[in-house]
């Protein structure tokens, strides 16, 4: 039997986690909860328990992918690969997770500066690759987080963060080295 065959008859009899591995395989889901149905996900990607998740209309994750429960993705989440997503993220609408970004648990995305705007002030933010969000960051909408940043835990974004940066706090400051 090999590896990706073991895995899969180990998920069915324990229930605990499903790969789903492609389009093909994920059809193949859509008996088991309407909760991921729409959810595109590429070769490689782990979407652990996603019956425990919310994952909006047209949610595309990309290869290699470890996606924690629960997790509240919006429509239209574009995820890059080889992410992690720990548990508890809210990722709505309008925000773009580009490759090797890694969300820490109870990372707080927005997208309605002004809410409730019904759509009127939604903003986009982008999450460049190789980008660490660590736990309970908090996102305000709109923003930049640049390639290779890092934010610690619980700050609010409430700025574009420059590449290679590490920034903390409320508001978020850049931490200097040294
Ligand atoms: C931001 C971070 C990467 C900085 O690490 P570091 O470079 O080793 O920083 P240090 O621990 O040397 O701290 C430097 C200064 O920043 C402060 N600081 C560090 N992290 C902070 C944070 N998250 N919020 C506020 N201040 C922070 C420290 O108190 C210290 O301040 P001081 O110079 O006045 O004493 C790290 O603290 C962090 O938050 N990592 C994320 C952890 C996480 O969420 N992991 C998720 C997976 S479980």
Redesign the pocket.
């Known amino acids: 039997m090999t590896e990706t065959a073991l895995f899969k008859s180990f998920s069915l009899i324990t229930g605990l986690f499903v790969s789903v591995e492609n389009r093909d395989k994920l059809w193949a889901l859509r008996s088991e909860g309407e909760k991921i149905m729409g959810l595109i996900t590429g070769l490689g990607t782990i979407v652990y328990s996603p019956e425990k998740s919310n994952f909006g209309r047209n949610v595309q994750i990309g290869k290699r992918c470890k996606i924690h429960f629960p997790v509240w993705f919006g429509d239209n989440v574009v995820i890059g690969n080889d992410c992690k997503i ?1 548990a508890f993220t809210f990722i709505p609408e309008g925000v773009i997770i580009e490759d090797n970004v ?1 969300i ?2 109870h990372v707080c995305f927005t997208n309605d500066k002004h809410p409730p705007s019904q759509g009127k002030s939604w903003g986009k933010t982008i999450v460049r690759r190789g980008a ?1 969000i ?3 960051a908090s996102i305000l909408p709109g923003i930049e987080i640049g390639e290779n940043a ?6 609010v974004i409430t700025k574009n963060i420059e590449a290679n940066r ?1 920034v ?2 409320n508001p978020a400051k850049e ?1 200097l080295a040294g």
């Open positions: 720990q890694f820490g648990p660490v660590g736990a309970n890092t934010i610690g835990a619980g700050s590490t903390a706090g931490l």
